[in-house]
């Protein structure tokens, strides 16, 4: 099935085909000599034989005489946390190597990690403030730059509003970046502020935080390793996070484990399956039921763990009761048989987890996907225990931490919400009065409900006023950090693009918004604000297994560019709330220090137990990395002994209770002060007379052997608890409680003194309570999991048994799926389009692709944007593997020029594309549309252009895993 590109060097072009300065092309020769290769040196992928092993290039030889300083810091592309160990001389960054020490990585690198070094030396990057003026880029001060933009933002919110300034942010972040953007937000007065993980893993959050209480990865990449079965469904971690890979296949070696890989496409992860599955795409719903019904049919679900730990079984059954092997063949693909050996391993074979990305979740049902892979761990037992767990892979360097530190429409930090309790928490947190908080804001409305999704930016643009739950249409947008071309529906982007007031980018390089945003006819109003990256500033990142590591500044910001904290710093200053915003966070020659903010963060993250990993406490970890256990993640010796590595969250209480972090959520086998607990209380104690807490199952050394309550001063005086209190920590309470008749109510997770946490700790008991986790989320459109059919499916039969969500409105304007599904059935569209479509990831590019694809080393590996085709499709069509094909979208005509790799890797009726690519729209090329040098590499079309309407209610997720087109010979 899988191909080795050695077999095909036909069909890659030489890279003469790619544009180099303006002055003139590059040719292949050329691109060699100024890489600093020996010409052959490093040859195109297609002739470059698969064992071939050449001598890094290292910078320049350090000055004689000169010191050479070792730094650390993480790379910069996927969630996996590998730490990059640079040699600094003089300033300048000469050598790079893997680090050794890491628990993560281990001195591996992947493409992307080993090409880091070129971010910070790469000659693509914006190098100083530019504008479009009358269709061309000027060259502009930074100072000017600030004003020009704050101005007009100020003339924009005068006339339309807070709400009409859409603040777009970025996973890239630091956590420390993520954050301070939130409060911007905040301090702006709007909740349309929102990141990659809107199109990524917000259905995750959604759908495991209303399962068992936190929306995170429930173990680590390292525990993956006690795993005896091994279920990777809508993930491909081999290329989307290919370190990962090495715990993933060790473990499957030492442990003779069951790797079974459910995907449509045979990807190069399927590749090490000892089972693989192909199912249709959209149907995961129906695998996972059908795999509960044979473990319920043949007695494989854990009695003991769904009666002690687990509600709502009795209810969740009768969906599953629907789902016989016929019916999952029928819709989903898969032989009855199959499935039933897969799910024996996957209830018999224990310790077993479930490994997923955005397979699963960019869907319309993705909240739903999600709450049933959960609920098929809760059947198994299989969830906090080492081995176990969902183990759900995070995009981008910093997505979960720039999540979890709220840079997102639906609240404040730290997952507080958007109520009043919540503003008045950060408002003490912050310092000011909750009533300036309230008078930015439009009206009370708006302040305390959701944000409108980075998803729909472009219908907030366009839509009528009169459609759109705010006082204006979004006019202006500051986007720090995001790629446009990731995000669905291309031809609408652009139209939105040509509307709007204002454009301002703000990245190291020019992205799409600039490319496009030129192309769509604007010739003024658009600003681009070169930022450093994440090696050129410092501050915390957390990998997917909710590590958080410190990094160091590694050199200083290149050519004029600036991090983000400045930036931000700057332009609070302009629009007139900098003084309030960094009342406690010292600014140092214009830029607020990291470490202060992280201390910020760290007095209001009771709710997520942010509050232990201090500043100090993340940077012994990285500086004694050597000391932690390669499976456990626990230091075993040094000074930070006991702890786990990166403190995974929750840490509770302040940095010197010194917790050492939780490697495995809701595990009760440990003591809750070594990182045990159970399942969070946050959906109340009882619901219809049924009792929500744990019954006889509870964290190891517990004074309380049952279920409880999350803890308040309440309960805290209900267990005569109060008592260990301190006078200074039940002063910080009262205060915060306002009225003798409030105080009683202050909570866990609003206690600014840790003191109602401390004492929890102290009687072995976790802060949030012990309650079971449910299967039944009464909050959600599907309380339980319903299959329901993409909006473009070619499965018409289905959609009268299986249709899509009605029409809504949600997030301030309307989600007319069921409209659009309906249309394309009395169109006809599966019958014009027939071919499904899906995305994903390439091992050489990462996320909207602008930075890797403007990187020399990885732009050589991969130069060409394609589709895969299945032989049989290809052949039907005219096909030729290599050929230039068109691909056409099921709306608005649109269409995408790419080329064709013929290839089994698809089933028949099924196509495949990365999403990485941009530049072309089409079948334009764009390169005249970027600044001068500033171009990428490669350029090629957006797979996105092609990808259609489709939203999760719950989160506003897009749909770019399944829609339909037609491919023919260009």
Known sequence: MLIKR????????????????????????????????AAGGLATIGALPLASMRQAEAGPPPVPG????????????CSVG?????????????????????????????????????????????????????????????????????????????????????WLGSAKFSNEGAYLFRKFAAFWGTNNCDHQARICHSTTVTGVANTWGFGAMTNSLNDIRNAKTLVIMGGNPAEAHPVSLQHLLEGKELNRANFIVVDPRMTRTAAHATEYVRIRPGTDIPVLMGMMWHIFQNGWEDKEFIAQRVYGFEETRKEIDKWTPEEVERVSGVPGEQLRRVAEMFATQKPATLIWAMGQTQHTIGTANVRASCIALLATGN????????????????????????????????????????????????????????????????????????????DAVLLPKDQIDQKDNVRAMFVQGHASNSITRVPESMKGLAKLDLLVVADPHPTTWASLAAESGRKDNVYLLPICTQFETSGSRVATNRSLQWGEQIVKPAFESKDDYEVMYLLAQKLGFADPMFKNIQVENGRPLPEDILREMNRGSWSTGYTGQSPERLKLHMANQKDFDLVTLRAKDGPCKGDYYGLPWPCWGKPELKHPGTPILYNTGLPVMDGGSGFRARFGVEYKGANLLAEGAYPAGSEIQDGYPEFTLGVLKKLGWDKDLTAEEMAAIEAIGGSADKIDAVSWSTDLSGGIQRVALQHGCAPYGNAKARTVAWNLPDPTPTHREPIYTPRVDLVAQYPTYPDAKQFRIPNIGFSMQKAAIDKGVAKDFPLIVSSGRLVEYEGGGEETRSNKWLAELQQDMFIEINVADAAARGIKDGGWVWVMGAENGSKAKMKALVTERV??????????????????????????????????????????????????????KVSLCQIKAA
Request: aromatic share 12%; charged share 25%.
């Open 82 to 166: 590998c730490t990059v160990t640079a040699e600094v001389s003089n300033g300048v960054w000469i050598g790079q190597e893997p680090s050794w020490d890491s628990p993560i990585n281990r001195g591996s690198h992947c493409a992307k990690g080993a090409a880091v070094r070129e971010l910070v030396v790469g000659e693509r990057r914006l190098k100083y403030p530019t504008k479009l003026v009358d269709g061309q880029w000027t060259r502009i001060s930074w100072a000017d730059a600030i004003n020009e933009i704050g101005d007009r933002i100020l003339e924009i919110r005068e006339k339309s509003g807070p709400d009409s300034v859409y």
């Open 6 to 37: 050695t077999e095909r060097p036909a069909r890659r072009d030489p890279l003469s085909a790619l544009s180099g300065p303006p002055e003139g092309t590059l040719n292949r020769r050329a691109f060699l000599r100024r890489s600093g290769l």
């Open 907 to 960: 089933g028949k009726g099924v196509a495949w594309m990365p999403y990485h690519f941009g530049g072309w729209f089409e079948g334009r090329d764009l390169r005249s549309r970027y600044p001068q040098g500033a171009d990428p590499y490669v350029l090629g079309e957006s797979a996105n252009t092609i990808f259609t309407y489709g939203y999760d209610p719950a989160t506003g997720m897009q749909e770019p």
């Open 383 to 458: 969830v906090g225990k080492p081995g176990a767990g969902a183990n759900i892979f995070r995009g981008h360097d910093n997505v979960q931490g720039a999540t979890d530190v709220g840079l997102d429409v639906v609240t404040l930090p730290f997952y507080y919400g958007l109520t009043e309790p919540a503003w008045r928490h950060w408002g003490r947190v912050w310092e000011v009065d909750y009533d300036y908080l309230a008078s930015r804001f439009d009206s009370k409305k708006v302040m305390e409900g959701p944000g409108i999704p980075l998803t729909r930016w472009f």
């Open 66 to 77: 000169a010191s050479v300083e070792i730094r650390k810091s993480m790379c910069t592309h």
